[in-house]
C-alpha cells in the first residue's frame, strides 16, 4: 500500500511570494492535517480536512490556508510568505473515523524562504 | 492547556544498553497518546497508540507504558539502527489535532 505522498519535497521561494503544497493520502484515509516542523518549536498543528470540511484548525495566521477534494487529496497555501515560515511542512492521513486513529505522515516539502 | 514535555533531549546508549524515554502530559481529557519515531530527512513514523491507564504495548525492542501523568517508552538492548528522535503526542477528547513533545534525540552507538 502507498503511503503518504507530499509534492514537491524542497521549495525555495522569496518573500512575500505564495506556495501550494499538494499531499495525497494513503487510499481508503479521508482525513488529512497538516503540520509545520522547525527546530524551535517542534510539530505545531495547522489544519485538519475530513470529507472536504475542516473540522480543526491551529494557531496560524489567515496566511496559512488549505482545502481537500473529493478525493482526499489536499493542499495547503501559504501566502506573502515570511523568512520565518521556512519549516518542513508535513502532511499525515488518517482513516478519520475513528476519531484516536492513528496518523501516518509523508516525508514533507521542505520549504525555504530567502 | 495541553502540555507535553518529553526528557531527556538527546540521549546516547551503547549497544545493548537499555534505557527509557520519558512523556509527561497535561490534557484535558485524553483521547490517545502517541508515540512516533523520526528519522533524519523523513516525517514520523507512527509506532504505538495507548488510550487509558495501565496500558501497555510492544514492538520488538521498544514497549510503551501508560500512567495518568506519563508514559515511557522503554528500549531493551537497543541497536545503532534504533537511532532517532522519537516524538510523543497526546490527542485531547476536545479536538482532532496531536500536541507534540519537542522530542527526544537517541543515538546508539556500536
Known amino acids: 500500500k502507498a503511503g503518504v505522498t507530499q509534492t514537491p519535497r524542497y521549495l525555495i521561494k522569496t518573500r512575500g511570494q505564495q506556495v501550494t503544497l499538494s499531499c495525497s493520502p494513503i487510499s481508503g484515509h479521508r482525513s488529512v492535517s497538516w503540520y509545520q516542523q522547525t527546530p524551535g518549536q517542534g510539530l505545531q498543528f495547522l489544519f485538519e480536512y475530513f470529507s472536504e470540511t475542516q473540522r480543526n484548525k491551529g494557531n496560524f495566521p489567515g496566511r496559512f490556508s488549505g482545502r481537500q477534494f473529493s478525493n482526499s487529496r489536499s493542499e495547503m497555501n501559504v501566502s506573502t510568505l515570511e523568512l520565518g515560515d521556512s519549516a518542513l511542512y508535513l502532511c499525515?492521513?488518517?482513516?478519520?473515523?475513528?476519531?484516536?486513529?492513528?496518523?501516518?505522515f509523508g516525508n514533507g516539502t521542505r520549504l525555504t524562504v530567502t | 492547556e495541553d502540555q507535553v514535555t518529553q526528557s531527556p533531549e538527546a540521549l546516547r546508549l551503547q549497544e545493548g544498553e537499555s534505557s527509557s524515554l520519558n512523556c509527561s502530559y497535561t490534557?484535558?481529557?485524553?483521547?490517545?497518546l502517541f508515540w512516533y519515531r523520526q528519522d533524519p530527512g523523513k516525517g514520523p513514523e507512527f509506532l504505538f497508540t495507548l488510550y487509558s491507564a495501565g496500558e501497555e504495548k510492544e514492538k520488538e525492542r521498544l514497549k510503551a507504558t501508560l500512567t495518568k501523568k506519563e508514559s515511557f517508552l522503554h528500549i531493551t538492548a537497543p541497536k545503532p539502527e534504533d537511532s532517532a528522535t522519537y516524538l510523543c503526542a497526546v490527542q485531547a477528547n476536545s479536538g482532532y489535532a496531536l500536541n507534540f513533545g519537542k522530542g527526544t534525540s537517541l543515538l546508539v552507538t556500536p
Open positions: 490534557v484535558s481529557g485524553l483521547r490517545g
Open positions: 499525515a492521513s488518517s482513516l478519520g473515523q475513528l476519531d484516536n486513529s492513528p496518523l501516518h
